[in-house]
């Protein structure tokens, strides 16, 4: 497993927080997805061998929000 902070930004809400969980949370290779409104940032605990970290960031992307 392999541990990743992203800085996402455009969350403000809880519905952000789902949206973002959900999304990531629903693709194959993922073990945990924890958003931190406060900060802007989502940590993803994933298995690099079952999602890449560009898939990660384009399901959030299409979520409508802008990940560095």
């Known amino acids: 497993m392999e541990n990743i ?3 996402v930004n455009g969350m403000s809400c809880g519905h952000c927080v789902n949206s973002i969980e959900g999304s990531v ?7 945990s997805v924890k958003v931190n409104l406060a900060e802007g940032t989502v940590d993803v605990e994933f298995n690099p061998a079952e999602v890449s970290l560009s898939k990660i ?7 409508g929000y802008d990940v560095e």
């Not at 949370?25 to 073990?31: A, V």
């Not at 960031?57 to 979520?63: G, L, P, R, V, Y």
């Open 5 to 7: 902070t992203l800085k």
């Open 25 to 31: 949370g629903e693709l194959q290779g993922i073990n």
């Open 57 to 63: 960031k384009e399901t959030i992307d299409d979520q």
